[in-house]
């Protein structure tokens, strides 16, 4: 079997630097020495490894993409960029016809769907690529369909950490929210507690000084109004290859996708497991 050709935008960024360097060392992909970056990069190149991957800065895109197309014939796009470039990216992915995986969180996600079923390609777009995360929020989603208002009367506290530069509210706990709303518990996106400060992570959560760089750890809070009852969900996250793995396997679940001619589809990690 061919490799499938894999584009990994959003280098220098952390989780882009860990999802391209696993693709390299896995026989299934062959990583592309580009990857699109952002306008405040000044740097031209990026090295992997052995490997010099060139960076794409927004005014050099669509002629280099194009030279790619000819070059490598067709290739999937990995996007770990930030929340301000999603929809901008989206439009451009769909304009020049590549299929993408997105793991960036944030923008306009009504947006983001309207864009791609709109277009030609299909997409697997998730605000978390881990799959046991997104396996446990499949388990609320039933639970929320199943048993509306079971947690009626109750309020709910969220809290979740990431390191210092992650921009906005986990992409994992707001959508948890809505499950939580299904269930009869009334909770705001901006009543979640962020946590960015290094010093407090450690001290106040005991996140350990080699993961301060890198992790997502999220609690859910559940008091009965009489404060008699408590239940707590969890899940803390230490690195990012977990992260890593979930894309690798979106990938491979897209590459089927196109090669069915599959367009205008705006696929979920859910989605990717059920086809696992």
């Known amino acids: 079997m061919n490799p499938i050709n894999v584009m990994v935008n959003g280098l220098p960024g952390n989780v882009s630097q860990t999802v391209a360097a696993q693709i390299l060392q896995d026989?299934?992909?062959?990583?592309?020495?580009y990857s699109l970056t952002g306008p405040e990069i000044?740097?031209?190149?990026?090295?992997l490894e052995s490997l010099s991957m060139k960076l794409l800065r927004p005014d050099q895109r669509k002629t280099q993409i194009?030279?790619?197309?000819?070059?490598?014939?067709?290739?999937?796009?990995?996007?770990?960029?930030?929340?301000?470039?999603?929809?901008?990216?989206?439009?451009?992915?769909?304009?020049?016809?590549?299929?993408?995986?997105?793991?960036?969180?944030?923008g306009d996600r009504q947006k983001l769907e309207q864009t791609v079923v709109s277009s030609s390609i299909p997409a697997v777009v998730a605000p978390n690529?881990?799959?046991?995360?997104?396996?446990?929020?499949?388990?609320?989603?039933?639970?929320?369909?199943?048993?509306?208002?079971l947690f009626k009367g109750y309020s709910l506290e969220i809290r979740e950490s990431h390191q210092k530069g992650k921009a906005d509210t986990s992409g994992t706990a707001?959508?948890?929210?809505?499950?939580?709303?299904?269930?009869?518990?009334?909770?705001?996106?901006d009543q979640i507690f962020k946590m960015r400060d290094?010093?407090?992570?450690?001290?106040?959560?005991?996140?350990?000084?080699?993961?301060?760089?890198?992790?997502?750890?999220?609690?859910?809070?559940?008091?009965?109004?009489?404060?008699?009852?408590?239940?707590?969900?969890s899940h803390n996250?230490?690195?990012?290859?977990?992260?890593?793995?979930?894309?690798?396997?979106?990938?491979?679940?897209?590459?089927?996708?196109?090669?069915?001619g599959v367009k205008g589809k705006m696929f979920?990690?859910?989605?990717?497991?059920?086809g696992i």
């Open 27 to 33: 026989e299934r992909f062959e990583l592309m020495p």
């Open 42 to 47: 000044q740097e031209a190149e990026y090295s």
């Open 66 to 106: 194009e030279d790619l197309k000819n070059s490598y014939g067709n290739f999937l796009s990995v996007d770990y960029t930030h929340p301000a470039a999603v929809n901008p990216n989206a439009e451009f992915y769909c304009d020049c016809n590549l299929p993408f995986v997105m793991g960036t969180t944030g």
């Open 129 to 149: 690529m881990a799959k046991q995360i997104v396996g446990f929020q499949a388990m609320m989603a039933y639970a929320a369909d199943t048993f509306p208002d």
């Open 174 to 189: 707001k959508a948890m929210v809505g499950y939580f709303n299904k269930l009869g518990v009334s909770f705001s996106e």
């Open 198 to 233: 290094p010093e407090d992570q450690k001290n106040q959560w005991g996140i350990p000084d080699r993961y301060l760089a890198g992790h997502a750890w999220h609690t859910y809070t559940l008091f009965s109004e009489d404060q008699t009852v408590r239940f707590q969900f």
């Open 237 to 260: 996250v230490n690195g990012r290859l977990v992260y890593a793995s979930g894309t690798m396997d979106a990938l491979l679940f897209l590459s089927a996708k196109v090669k069915t």
């Open 268 to 274: 979920t990690m859910i989605d990717v497991l059920k």
